[in-house]
C-alpha cells in the first residue's frame, strides 16, 4: 500500500514537472509574428553560417539551457510623414505630407537583416528609425523634381521614392508595402502661382475655343438653313404642281360621275319623304288611338264611377238623415210622453255609460278624506249614499247636485267647474307650479268627453310647460323634453290617448296651447300613438 501512494506521489511530481517543463518549452508561433530561437549553428541557402533558427507560423520546443526563444511582431506599422522646408529642384522650398505603410520582412534573405538589426528594438523605435530613412529619402527625392513635376505627378513622385527608399528599407530589413502623398505645399505661394496662372491661360484657351466653336456652329447652322430652305421651297413647287394636276385630272373623270351620284341622292331623299309621310301618317293614328285607350277612356270610366259614387253618397246621406229625423222625432215624443220626468229618465239611461268614461279618466289623485259608511249592515238607502260619496270623492261629481239643478233648484255647485290636480307626471323634473285652469272650452263641452278629466289632463300639461318655459329652452330642446316626459310616464300618455280617442286633435290642441311653448299636434299625436 504505501508501494502504491509512493508511485502516485512520483507520477504525480512528474506529470507537474513535465507539464511545467513543456509550458515553458513549448512555444506556438502566431501568422503576424516570427520565432527566433537563438544558440543553435545553422547554415543558410547563401552558404553563411547564423546562431539561431526561425519558425514561422507553427511551433517548436525550445532546446533547455542552449537555446533562447525571441518573438519578432510582423504587423503592418503606419508612420506618418512630414518634411518642412525640403528644397525642390530651382531652389523652391517645399512641406510634404504622407502615409507610408511598412512592416519588418517575412522572407528570407531580408528577416536576416531585419534580425541583426531590429531585433529587442521596441516598435516606436523601429517606426522612428523607418521614418527618419524615407524622410531622408523624401529629400533627395525633391531635389532632383521641379515644383510642377511634382505637383502635375503624384503617383510618379511616389514612385520615384518608393525606388529611392526600397533599397536602404531593405537593408534594415523592412518592406514598404505603400506610400501616399497627400499634400505638397509652399510658404512662397510658388504653386499658387503657377495654378492661377494655368486656370487664366486654361480660361482663356476655353473663351477661345468656345467662341471659336460658335462661330463654326452659327456659320453650319446658317448654311444648313439655306440649304434646307432652298430645298423645302424645290419641294412645295413640285408638289403643287402635281396637286394641280392631279386636280385637273380628278375633275375631267369625276364630272360625270358627279353628276349622276348628285342625281341619284336627289331621288333617293324624295323617295325617303315620300315614305316619311306615310309613316307620320300612321304615327299620328297610332298615337290617336293610344291617347283614346290610355287617357280618354280611363278618364270618362272615372267620371261615370265619380257620378255613381257620389249619388251613392247622396243616397246614403238622403237615408241617414231620414233615420236620424224618425229617431229624433220618436224621442221627442217619448220625451214629451214622459212628461216632467224625461230628462231624470234620460240621465239614468246614460249615467251607466258616463260613470264608465267618467272612471276610466280619472287622473292620479291624492287623498284628503274618507267616508266610512258599513256596508255590511247597511240598506239600500246607505249604498246609495256610499256610491254617491264614493262618486264625489273620485270626480267631483256630486249627483245630488245633479238632480236638485234638473228639479229646477238651486244646485250647490256646478259640475263644469274644475278640480286643482294634485297629481304629479313621473318623469318631469320642474319645481314651479302654473296657475289652475277655470272651466273647459265651448269644444270641449260640446263632445261627448268628461270635463274633469280634461281639466285634470290640462292642468297637469300646463304645469308641465310652464316649468319648461323657466329653462328658456329651444324649439328642438322642449321638443325632445316633452316627448321624453310622454314616453316615460305611461300613466300620462294613457291619459293623452284616450283624450285624443274621444276629441281628436284638436282637443289635444287646446291641451297643449302655451305662449312659449309651441309644440305641433301632429307631432305630440305621433309621440302618443307609437308604442
Not at 473663351?207 to 462661330?215: H, L, S, V, W
Amino acid at each position: 500500500m504505501e508501494f502504491i501512494f509512493s508511485l502516485a506521489i512520483i507520477l504525480s511530481v512528474a506529470g507537474g514537472a513535465g507539464t511545467l517543463v513543456l509550458r515553458n518549452l513549448y512555444y506556438i508561433c502566431q501568422p503576424s509574428e516570427v520565432l527566433i530561437f537563438a544558440g543553435s549553428n545553422r547554415q543558410l541557402a547563401d552558404g553563411r553560417r547564423v546562431g539561431y533558427r526561425l519558425v514561422k507560423g507553427g511551433s517548436s520546443i525550445r532546446t533547455p539551457l542552449l537555446e533562447r526563444a525571441f518573438r519578432m511582431d510582423l504587423s503592418n506599422m503606419i508612420i506618418e510623414l512630414k518634411v518642412t522646408g525640403a528644397y525642390s529642384k530651382g531652389g523652391i522650398p517645399l512641406t510634404v505630407e504622407g502615409v507610408a505603410n511598412i512592416k519588418i520582412a517575412g522572407s528570407e534573405p531580408t528577416i536576416h537583416n531585419a534580425i541583426e538589426r531590429l531585433l529587442g528594438k521596441s516598435r516606436k523605435e523601429i517606426e522612428t528609425l523607418a521614418r527618419e530613412t524615407l524622410e531622408g529619402n523624401l529629400r533627395g527625392v525633391l531635389a532632383s523634381l521641379t515644383p510642377e513635376q511634382i505637383n502635375e505627378d503624384k503617383i510618379a513622385f511616389a514612385k520615384s521614392l518608393l525606388d529611392e527608399a526600397e533599397d536602404d528599407l531593405e537593408k534594415l530589413g523592412l518592406v514598404l508595402d505603400n506610400l501616399q502623398i497627400q499634400n505638397i505645399s509652399d510658404e512662397v505661394n510658388y504653386l499658387n502661382s503657377i495654378g492661377r496662372k494655368q486656370q487664366a491661360e486654361l480660361q482663356r484657351d476655353a473663351r477661345i475655343a468656345e467662341a471659336q466653336a460658335r462661330a463654326a456652329s452659327a456659320i453650319r447652322d446658317a448654311e444648313n438653313e439655306r440649304i434646307t430652305a432652298l430645298k423645302r421651297i424645290e419641294r412645295d413647287i413640285e408638289i403643287a404642281k402635281a396637286e394641280a394636276e392631279r386636280r385637273v385630272k380628278n375633275a375631267l373623270t369625276q364630272r360625270a360621275a358627279v353628276v349622276a351620284e348628285a342625281q341619284a341622292e336627289i331621288a333617293a331623299e324624295i323617295a325617303r319623304r315620300q315614305a316619311e309621310v306615310a309613316v307620320q301618317t300612321e304615327r299620328i293614328k297610332q298615337v290617336e288611338q293610344q291617347l283614346q285607350a290610355d287617357v280618354i277612356a280611363p278618364a270618362e270610366a272615372e267620371c261615370k264611377r265619380a257620378i255613381a259614387r257620389a249619388k251613392g253618397n247622396a243616397a246614403r246621406i238622403i237615408e241617414d238623415g231620414k233615420a236620424q229625423a224618425e229617431g229624433s222625432k220618436r224621442l221627442a215624443e217619448s220625451w214629451q210622453a214622459a212628461g216632467p220626468a224625461a230628462r231624470e229618465i234620460f240621465l239614468f239611461q246614460k249615467l251607466e255609460t258616463l260613470l264608465k268614461i267618467m272612471v276610466a279618466t280619472v287622473p292620479e289623485v291624492s287623498v284628503r278624506n274618507v267616508t266610512v259608511i258599513d256596508g255590511n249592515n247597511s240598506n239600500s238607502a246607505s249604498k246609495i249614499a256610499s256610491f254617491m260619496e264614493q262618486m264625489r270623492q273620485t270626480t267631483g261629481l256630486d249627483i245630488a247636485d245633479a238632480v236638485r239643478s234638473f228639479s229646477g233648484q238651486q244646485p250647490a255647485k256646478d259640475a263644469r267647474v274644475l278640480l286643482k290636480s294634485t297629481a304629479k307626471p313621473q318623469a318631469s323634473n320642474f319645481s314651479s307650479d302654473s296657475p289652475p285652469l277655470a272651466i273647459a272650452s265651448p269644444e270641449v263641452a260640446s263632445t261627448n268627453f268628461d270635463v274633469h278629466a280634461y281639466n285634470a289632463l290640462r292642468s297637469d300639461i300646463q304645469k308641465i310647460l310652464e316649468r319648461l318655459a323657466e329653462k328658456n329652452p329651444s324649439n328642438p330642446q322642449a321638443e325632445l323634453a316633452i316627448e321624453t316626459v310622454i314616453k316615460e310616464n305611461s300613466s300620462l300618455r294613457n291619459r293623452l290617448k284616450r283624450t285624443l280617442e274621444v276629441g281628436g286633435s284638436e282637443v289635444l290642441k287646446e291641451i297643449f296651447e302655451h305662449p312659449v311653448i309651441r309644440i305641433p299636434a301632429g307631432m305630440i299625436k305621433a309621440w302618443v300613438e307609437q308604442d
